[in-house]
């Protein structure tokens, strides 16, 4: 399977989900976010790569996700091995999603 790829263009494209959550509740989340892509994501057509992210101040979980185009994230989104995990985040978490494509890249 590919690993994240971070080049400009169309494909693959890139979602980013912000997760705001209790601080007692990131882990949980994490948690929550990890089983969803093993158990489900990963096994859809065109998933990429999914990173999961915790910020400092534990107030937030950020997904950044890849999927091979538009179209197959949004069958990952009606698919119903997923609705059982994202209820579960929804649960604990209000969450953001939107697809992305990337646009610039500097390196050193």
Avoid: C
């Avoid at 601080?23 to 065109?46: H, N, W």
């Avoid at 950044?64 to 949004?74: G, I, L, N």
């Amino acid at each position: 399977m590919p690993s994240a790829t971070i080049n400009p263009g169309t494909s693959p494209v890139t979602l980013i989900n912000v997760f705001t959550v209790e601080p007692g509740k990131q882990d949980e989340l994490v948690q929550i976010l990890s089983e969803a892509t093993e158990k489900a994501m990963k096994r859809l057509p065109g998933f990429v790569s999914a990173n999961i992210h915790k910020s400092l101040d534990g107030t937030r979980v950020v997904n950044y996700a890849q999927w091979r185009s538009k179209d197959d994230f949004e069958a990952m989104v009606k698919h119903p091995e997923v609705a059982p995990h994202m209820k579960a985040a929804g649960a604990i978490a209000k969450f953001e999603p939107h697809l992305y494509a990337v646009a610039a890249v500097h390196t050193v």
